[in-house]
C-alpha cells in the first residue's frame, strides 16, 4: 500500500536556527514527489516538485531534496513567516489520474 | 490569472442533509480533483474528473459524488450527512502533473 510519514509531527524554531523535515514514503513506482505549505483554515500552496533520487529545488530558504526512500525540506536561517504546517505528498506512476497521497504534516512554528 | 476557487467558503448543515460544493479551475488546468481534510491530518483524495468522467475514486462511499461541466468547473455533492463528514474540503486543478489547490470550503455538520 502507498504511504507517506512525516516526522516530526511539530517543531518550533527559534528565527535563524537551520533545520530538516523528512518525509518517507512507500509506493509502488513514483512519478512525483510533491511538497506544499499550508496556512491555518487555507488550502495547501505549492512549493516543488522532484522526480527521480538526488534531485534537488530551491525557492529562498527552502531547500527539497529526495531519495528513494524519503524526502527532506531543509530550512536555512527561518523566519516567523515561515510558520506553516508542511506536507509532503508522492504522485504514483500509472493508474488513471494524477492523485497525490498526502503525509499528516508538519507543524513548524518559528519564533522571533 | 485568478487561482482556483471554490464556493462557499463555510458551510453548517445537520445530519442527514445534503450539500453541494463548487469549484472552479485555474485558467488552462482540465482536471479537477477534490480531497477531504479532516483537522490534523493530511487531505484525502476522494476522486478526480477529466473529460466530464470520473476517472478514479479514493475510498469514499456512494453518497459522495460529482460532476464537471464543460467548462471544466465541478461540484462535489454529499448526500446523507454524517458528523464524520465535518472538514476542509479542497479542491485542485491540473494540466500535468501538479496540482494547484484552493482555498476550500469548511464543512460543519451538527
Known amino acids: 500500500e502507498d504511504q507517506v510519514t512525516q516526522s516530526p509531527e511539530a517543531l518550533r524554531l527559534q528565527e535563524g536556527e537551520s533545520s530538516s523535515l523528512n518525509c518517507s514514503y512507500t509506493?509502488?513506482?513514483?512519478?512525483?514527489l510533491f511538497w506544499y505549505r499550508q496556512d491555518p483554515g487555507k488550502g495547501p500552496e505549492f512549493l516543488f516538485t522532484?522526480?527521480?533520487a538526488g534531485e534537488e529545488k530551491e525557492k529562498e530558504r527552502l531547500k527539497a531534496t529526495l531519495t528513494k526512500k524519503e524526502s527532506f525540506l531543509h530550512i536555512t536561517a527561518p523566519k516567523p513567516e515561515d510558520s506553516a504546517t508542511y506536507l509532503c505528498a508522492v504522485q504514483p506512476r500509472g493508474g488513471a489520474t494524477n492523485k497525490l497521497i498526502f503525509g499528516t504534516g508538519t507543524l513548524l512554528a518559528v519564533q522571533p | 490569472d485568478a487561482g482556483v476557487t471554490q464556493s462557499p467558503t463555510h458551510l453548517i448543515k445537520t445530519r442527514g442533509q445534503q450539500v453541494t460544493l463548487r469549484c472552479s479551475p485555474k485558467s488552462g488546468h482540465d482536471t479537477v480533483s477534490w480531497y477531504q481534510q479532516a483537522l490534523g491530518q493530511g487531505p484525502q483524495f476522494i476522486f478526480q474528473y477529466y473529460e466530464e468522467e470520473e476517472r478514479q475514486r479514493g475510498n469514499f462511499p456512494d453518497r459522495f459524488s460529482g460532476h464537471q461541466f464543460p467548462n471544466y468547473s465541478s461540484e462535489l455533492n454529499v448526500n446523507a450527512l454524517l458528523l464524520g463528514d465535518s472538514a476542509l474540503y479542497l479542491c485542485?486543478?491540473?494540466?500535468?502533473?501538479?496540482?494547484?489547490f484552493g482555498p476550500g470550503t469548511r464543512l460543519l455538520v451538527l
Open positions: 522532484l522526480y527521480s
Open positions: 485542485a486543478s491540473s494540466y500535468q502533473e501538479t496540482q494547484y
Open positions: 509506493v509502488s513506482g513514483l512519478r512525483g
